[in-house]
């Protein structure tokens, strides 16, 4: 079987992924965790194994996803992330467009399924991708606010800011000048 990647649905809290790896080792399966929060299982994993889980899972409150609802989340989260990450400018396409491309029809029990796992929506998914570009931009491009809010399709410059501020506790500008006294640092040493 190779490897199969899995996710659980409700497993948003510390406490549930620690409970998770407990009952992962206590298994004794091999496995490694995505930074999306997916479980790898390395190596052969049987059908049984897999209800095995499951059924302490369930017990716990926690629901491991069946190989296609997971390989779904896994193409939403690629999807956004390709096309925040690796676009050079946002297409002009609503992410509901491109998510709609990406699954196909009845996209909406999927994207349920996406909340119940990452313990967010797909738009606060997409909102916090978004603020990671920026915080990239602001780090590693030397564009004004204006041309990143343009590059990723905000409304305006003011939306930008707020939602940066919303999400870091910082304006861009703060942001952007600690960098700089960091990097000021380091070469003063």
């Given at each position: 079987m190779g490897s199969t990647k899995r996710?659980?649905?409700?497993?948003?809290s510390l406490r549930c992924k620690m409970t998770v790896k407990e009952e992962l080792e206590k298994a004794g399966l091999k496995y490694a965790v995505s930074p999306h929060g997916a479980i790898e299982f390395l190596g052969?994993?049987?059908?049984?194994?897999?209800?095995?889980?499951?059924e302490v899972l369930l017990a716990l409150g926690l629901e491991l996803l069946?190989?296609?609802?997971?390989?779904?989340?896994?193409?939403?989260?690629n999807t956004v992330i390709e096309v925040v990450h690796d676009s050079d400018e946002l297409p002009n396409l609503s992410f509901d467009?491109?998510?709609?491309?990406?699954?196909?029809?009845?996209?909406?029990?999927?994207?349920?399924?996406?909340?119940?796992?990452?313990?967010?929506?797909?738009?606060?998914f997409i909102i916090l991708q978004k603020v990671d570009r920026v915080k990239e931009l602001l780090l590693y491009d030397n564009l004004s606010l204006s041309e990143i809010s343009k590059k990723l399709r905000y409304k305006n410059e003011h939306y930008l800011i707020a939602q940066f501020k919303k999400h870091?506790?910082?304006?861009?500008?703060?942001f952007k000048k600690l960098r700089n006294e960091r990097m000021s640092v380091l070469q003063e040493v």
């Open positions: 996710y659980v649905k409700y497993m948003v052969e994993t049987t059908p049984t194994q897999f209800e095995e889980l499951d069946d190989e296609n609802d997971s390989m779904l989340i896994d193409r939403i989260i467009d491109i998510i709609d491309r990406s699954l196909g029809s009845g996209s909406e029990s999927i994207l349920k399924i996406f909340s119940d796992v990452k313990g967010i929506s797909i738009m606060q870091t506790g910082l304006s861009p500008t703060y």
